[in-house]
T-cell receptor, first 109, second 114 residues
Framework: KQEVTQIPAALSVPEGENLVLNCSFTDSAIYNLQWFRQDPGKGLTSLLLIQSSQREQTSGRLNASLDKSSGRSTLYIAASQPGDSATYLCAANDYKLSFGAGTTVTVRA | NAGVTQTPKFRILKIGQSMTLQCTQDMNHNYMYWYRQDPGMGLKLIYYSVGAGITDKGEVPNGYNVSRSTTEDFPLRLELAAPSQTSVYFC?????????????FGDGTRLSIL
């Protein structure tokens, strides 16, 4: 059974600092790894999807890396802003999505 | 763009009551999913469907039932509600099962069983 872990559970940084969010998974036989953002009281919004054959994926200030052999993915958010405050979840896709519990990020103005 | 729409947004049930959580999508997606999210936990898959008339159990199906008579709708039925079913329920849909395109999520139904 796929187990997905996200550390830390919460993170608070001053505006402008770069964010590094970690995700680990136990079974490397995945199709892809997905990162989502969840705002309070809302559903999940897809941020990045990295195929198992890719090493990284970028969108604006967001960059996600994938090391399938070691079971790790990292989401980098450059020059954080208060609007980046949210919970970030990763999910490993081995036909079904297995989610981590998320990292709650607070960016202080 | 409506995307995935869930109703109701909030509901309080008494133990033993039943209800149906509604989910509809307007993207013509074949794949649809129901998840539950408990505080401090990741989402857990309850049921999923790969097309009209086809459903299958996920990780935590006990106490729930689903049906898929149309491509657009995927209702989740709770029979004999129990306090353990207090949770936030999310419906999602995808074009290709997540192989290349991410899932699209509704805003959730917050359900309390008292």
């Amino acid at each position: 059974k796929q187990e997905v872990t996200q550390i830390p559970a919460a993170l608070s940084v001053p505006e402008g600092e770069n964010l590094v969010l970690n995700c680990s998974f136990t079974d490397s036989a995945i199709y892809n790894l997905q990162w989502f953002r969840q705002d309070p009281g809302k559903g999940l919004t897809s941020l990045l999807l990295i195929q198992s054959s890719q090493r990284e994926q970028t969108s604006g200030r967001l960059n996600a890396s994938l090391d399938k052999s070691s079971g790790r993915s990292t989401l980098y958010i450059a020059a954080s802003q208060p609007g980046d405050s949210a919970t970030y979840l990763c999910a490993a896709n081995d036909y079904k999505l297995s989610f981590g519990a998320g990292t709650t990020v607070t960016v202080r103005a | 763009n409506a995307g995935v729409t869930q109703t109701p947004k909030f509901r309080i049930l008494k133990i033993g009551q039943s209800m149906t959580l509604q989910c509809t999508q307007d993207m013509n997606h074949n794949y649809m999913y129901w998840y539950r999210q408990d505080p401090g936990m990741g989402l857990k898959l309850i049921y999923y469907s790969v097309g009209a008339g086809i459903t299958d159990k996920g990780e935590v199906p006990n106490g729930y039932n689903v049906s898929r008579s149309t491509t657009e709708d995927f209702p989740l039925r709770l029979e004999l509600a129990a306090p353990s079913q207090t949770s936030v329920y999310f419906c999602a849909s995808s074009h290709d099962g997540g192989a290349y395109q991410p899932q699209h999520f509704g805003d959730g139904t917050r359900l309390s069983i008292l």
